[in-house]
């Protein structure tokens, strides 16, 4: 009954701050100069009123602002996110075509950050101060300090260009179409038409990016891991462990590690949430058509409609992950479902 | 226990590393072949597959609505229009009618008969009432291309191989217009049961753009089968082309806007041609067997625009002073920002069109002139200005690049220019527009493939009122705009381009500096890729050895 309130609290505050971030993106991309008419149209047809007019009747910018707003949110509403002022196409579909892949490139850039992370984290604990300790600290502030964009450059210029064992950029290889869209997600999709070759080969396409994407969250999460055993290692229930007899290893996995987690869980849930609001620069080099490129460009034609949607979208990504990791805290120390 | 965990540490990284590398059948493009390029087609499905990377950036493949670089090469092949451009420094030559069409005297009437046997990919027969559809439908979507419909009064279809276009003033570049994308002849009875309208209220009632977003309607050798946005578009071939069909079955065409990225799947084979290469990614592929390079210039000009209205401009209002910066700017230095394949155009008519008086002298620039022409303008000490310039590129080369190096060109005679930066859409547009710029840094891109566009660069012209001409400030050159639009003929159109470039070369607001260039490489077992004003590419022309 408890967590039945808490997820409606929860339901509740996700409603009312999503309605706020549109509020709050609304009025940004009217305060801010520029206008989507000048953005969209090329300059010849801006020198004719007609087509001005057209256009901008067409996206109900000879509106008042407080009449679009109003508009705006009663169509959100709605469920209805309005239309693309660059692509005319609904906001929501194309959120509905973007996000898959960068929510499928996201999962495995996080399931990679989180397993080598916290691998490297405990690794680096046991052996504190020892070579293997230091060479783990030297990969992780690596991760966390390299610019993305160049090491997408640089792992796609050895491993595909000259090594030429990993696939280029893409979702797929050249052979393969795009699956039939089930999920979004093309591994899982290939799987259900049936074609595993497919499903194994998007599979690869995803290890380059995910992998650059994952430094990041790795190295964030290897450094908390470690700081976090060495903290909880200092306890006094540890100490009394060890008192007993524990030894070092079985201490650390058993005793100290679920406690050094939580932290760890709540960097989890922010890389992912950082991972889901897209990466311009690695979609780019990629060739990635996630959500990272669709807000890129429509920064570019001011296209406010598709701008809210990317806004709300990030949002509601951390929203949920924040309400996902909460419910897992309880999992992981029961201290906090008795509170 | 410990070593346990570091083993399993190593044993995931290499796992993982063994995943990635390991057999299974070879990605994209599966080159593991060494350094050359293998054909993509080894990769792709199909014998005879063409993999072209492109760039980004286009919102829309609607015919009717097209305006962007790259939608015409898709256009192009899938679509086909009354006239074509079959090189890139040609004349608009017949393409879905007969060679015996017709103007009428007075230049207002173009009459034209329909070619035999065309039918659309889906078996319709063309006709005159699709080829009227296609042009009112472009001209009432009031759209971005709808201005290329201005001169356009109506089109008359008598019978169903005649088209006769009515215009409402002679319009000498009509024929480069017809050739335009959004002028492609669409299947009207598929395009109407998509949604699509060419009645007056187009604007607000037709919906068929998401249907031509996704598939083709057109006669073109190609039929658009897929478009995955921001990944690929797929074209295969016509079966029922009433032309002659190329021999390659297949064009994938990637949209791949990093150039890097281009030059580094063309080098592995993944892709056959890459559009957006740039000096840097050019040099990677030197000495590379069975790739082709090619550095071209485009029709894009880059500009340096003064406003004659002297509250506006101030001293660069004043015509000793502009040709002072005439003569100051280190014109070959600005050709080299641009690449490989730059030109300097004489003046405002671009090298590669009908009347072009060909380059600017290599060593025009002369600072003891202009020193000369700023005394005699009263500033032999130089002054300061700001030179304001805006966040776009012109092809690939940002304009805050060029506006560098006129700042150091001008340096040197003692004009010291404030760099001012703002957004196009953050107001720079507004100003530009309004004609509110003092001194600016800008590009024109050609809207359609004839000269007669760089007639708004005239007093009175478009861009001319930009800068603050008007066309009583100079009314013999002015009225050099409606004649070279009246001069249908092509000798007499070249005559009247020849004297504007004579007479804008050593005066006006207008400084041309450079032509941007265009960087493509292939693989060599094509042929027939060149670098295309008003296609980007042209897929048609392009042929297997």
Known sequence: MDRLRFLLRRLVYLVVMLLGVATMVFILTKLIPGDPTVANLSQRALGDPEIVAAFRAKYGLDQPIIIQYFKYIGNLLHLDLGTSIRTNNAVLAELGRCFPATFELAIFSIIIAAVFGILFGVISAIKRNSIIDQIVRAISVTGVSIPSFWFALLVLFFFYYKLQIMPGPGRLGNMFSAPANVTGFYVIDSLLEGDPAKAWDAFRHLILPGCVLAAFTMGLITRTTRS???????????????????????????????????????????????????????????????????????????????????????????????????????????????? | MKRKLTALALGLVLALGLAACGGGSSSSGGSASGGDAAPATEAASGSSTVVVAMGSGFATLDPGRVYEKYPPLIVNACYENLFKFYSNDGEPEPCLVNDDYTFSEDGLTLTMTLKDGITFASGNAMTSADVAYSINRCKNLKDNPSFLADTIESVETPDEKTVVIHLNQPDSAILSKLTYASFAVLDSAVVTENGGTDAADAAEKDTAEAFLNTTSAGSGPYIMTSYTQDEEIVLEKNPSYWGESSNIDKFIVKIQPDSNTQMMTLSQGDIDVAMNMTDDTMAELEGKENIIRIDAPTKTVGFVMMNMDEAIGGPVSNPDVQQAIRYALDYEGLKTICGNGSVTPYDVIQVGFMGSRGERPADYQNLDKAKECLAKAGY???????????????????????????????????????????TWAGGYGDEYRDGKLGLTVMYWGTDYNDPNVQLEFLPGGVVGLRAGWTAEMDPDLAAMYQRAMEATDNDDRGNILGNIQEAMYESGPFIFFAQASSHMAYNDRLVGVEVSDPYALDLTLIKLK
Request: hydrophobic fraction near 50%.
């Open chain 1, 228 to 339: 976090n055993i060495l903290d909880v290692m200092s306890t006094d229930y540890i100490r009394t462990a060890k008192a007993k007899g524990l030894s070092g290893t079985s201490l650390i996995l058993r005793h100290a590690l679920g406690n050094a987690l939580i932290p760890v869980l709540t960097v989890i849930g922010l890389g992912l949430g950082n991972l889901l609001g897209g990466m311009v620069l690695v979609e780019t080099i990629f060739n990635w058509p996630g959500v990272g490129q669709f807000a890129y460009e429509s920064v570019l034609s001011n296209d406010f409609p598709s701008i809210i949607g990317v806004a709300i979208l990030i949002a509601l990504n951390y929203m949920v992950i924040n309400t996902i990791v909460d419910i897992l805290y309880g999992f992981i120390d029961p201290r906090v479902r008795i509170q």
């Open chain 2, 380 to 422: 032999e000490n130089g002054f300061d200005i700001d030179l304001k310039v805006c966040d776009l590129d012109m092809e690939g080369v940002a304009l805050t690049d060029f506006a560098q190096k006129v700042k150091e060109d001008l340096a040197q005679v003692g004009i010291n220019c404030n760099i001012v930066n703002e």
